[in-house]
């Protein structure tokens, strides 16, 4: 028995307690560490019989969705490619339920999760802003150009969406940690403010754009949605912009990335001349053309697309222009259409779907004072989480990318726990 928890929990606790800090190290060390967890799972779970965390409609609809990718990569022009990508996909959602598992054995892992990530948060920030003043970071890595700073994360320009994705999570655990502590920390209050501003305001030097944007959306559906932390989360947030607008203002560099480089790809005008405007693209003249080839493939393989992971391959026969070929279409309903089909789409689709309708839903109970809410402050949290890996019109990352995918899934399993553990309080109460 003791062997057996020290495989089945203490390491998987260790290690999904330190997946934040694999993320940053790339996504070989946090690929491995998940990949550990997930196979030591389905080893506990054929020995002690945990056939209760597989049956719920999570992991039957993700089951679906497993079996599709492996059907659309079968039916590709490249099946070993494709199939090394899709076949080996289900880890993530075993990852998902073990951390579930872990949580409901002891919820203190929710507390390691909280400060692993603030740690490293505290880290990235006094990194971030020492590269961006002077043009190294602590361990000597130069600024990646005079308006991007990356960090640790060196020549992947990912700092701001490692940021912008693990911030509501972060801020979530605060709240569920917060509510339960019979002792309110000053220190740790304080701390975490000066961390969320200063976060948001590094997302901004980060040059990463869509980071921003998810750190708005976030921040808004989190302001408007939350019931008992909304006045801190409002000033929180009114704070950061107000360090936002004074980056733009007083350096030059960031507001030409932020502010008039994007203003330039729409319009796809890089000569800094005031031309007439001729044609506005969808984001960049770039994402436009991968956008109309994605879609020109889907077309064409409606029901399973290409395959997972395939898009480089076949874009040549699709392509509208040079920039249409690229490793993925970067957009994550387009890549889903391309390469997987309509049923893997509509799949992930209507998860998305259900947490908007949900989430509007318990918006306008709250407003009209109905004693009815789907979710709690934590749960919403996780979901602004959920959201903004999902939401539809962004320019974003591979879905099919393993870095991406453990950021995706991270947050499944404390909502899958949160979710059954209230279901479970119903039915007790409902017996007594």
């Known amino acids: ?21 694999l993320l940053i190290t790339g ?8 990949s550990i967890v997930a196979i030591l799972f389905l080893i ?47 880890r993530f959602g075993i990852f998902s339920l073990c951390l579930w598992y872990l949580i409901e054995k002891n919820e203190k892992i929710l507390n390691y999760i909280f400060y692993s990530i603030i740690i490293c948060f505290i880290s990235l920030i006094i990194d971030g802003y020492t590269q961006y003043f002077t043009g190294k970071n602590l361990f000597g890595l130069e600024i990646y150009s005079v308006n991007r700073v990356s960090s640790f994360f060196g020549t992947e320009l990912i700092l701001g969406s490692y940021l912008s994705r693990f911030f509501p999570i972060l801020f979530g655990l605060f709240v569920f940690i917060d509510q339960k502590s019979k002792i309110k920390s000053k220190k740790l209050l304080f701390l975490l403010t000066i961390t969320f501003i200063l976060t948001e305001g590094l997302i901004v030097l980060s040059g990463e754009r869509v980071a921003l944007f998810f750190m708005n959306l976030s921040a808004i559906f989190i302001i408007l949605m939350i019931n008992d932390y909304k006045k801190y989360r409002f000033w ?4 950061s912009l107000s360090l936002i607008f004074a980056l733009i203002f007083f350096f030059p560099v960031t507001k030409n990335r932020i502010i008039d480089q994007t203003v330039n790809d729409f319009t796809n005008n890089h000569s800094g001349q005031n031309k007439k405007v001729e044609k506005i693209y969808v984001f960049t003249k770039a ?37 249409s070929c690229q490793s993925h279409p970067h957009n994550t309903y387009i890549e889903l259409l391309s390469e997987a089909g309509i049923f893997a789409f509509g799949i992930v689709f209507f998860g998305f779907f259900l947490i908007i309708i949900f989430s509007i839903i318990q918006f306008f109970n709250n407003i009209f004072k109905k004693n009815k809410s789907y979710f709690n402050d934590f749960e919403l949290c996780i979901l602004s989480a959920l959201i903004i890996s999902l939401w539809p019109l962004i320019p974003t990352g591979s879905f099919f990318n393993n870095w991406m995918s453990i950021v995706y899934y991270f947050p499944v399993g404390m909502f899958l726990w949160q979710r059954f553990n209230i279901a479970n309080v119903s039915k007790v109460n409902k017996k007594a």
């Open 1 to 21: 028995m003791k062997n057996q928890k020290i495989f089945f929990q203490t390491i998987p606790t260790l290690i999904i307690t330190l997946m934040p800090v």
């Open 27 to 34: 996504p070989f060390l946090s690929d491995l560490g998940l």
């Open 44 to 90: 506990n779970s054929k020995k002690n019989n945990l056939y209760k965390y597989y049956n719920n409609n999570y992991f039957k609809f993700f089951l679906i969705f497993w079996l599709i990718l492996i059907v659309s990569s079968l039916l590709s022009d490249n099946i070993i490619i494709s199939l090394k990508n899709s076949f080996f996909y289900f």
């Open 236 to 239: 929180t947030y009114v704070a």
């Open 287 to 323: 994402h436009n053309d991968m956008f109309i080839t994605g879609l020109k493939m889907f077309k064409d393989n409606k029901f399973f697309g290409v395959g997972p992971r395939q898009y480089r391959n076949v874009c040549k026969d699709y392509s509208v222009s040079k920039l």
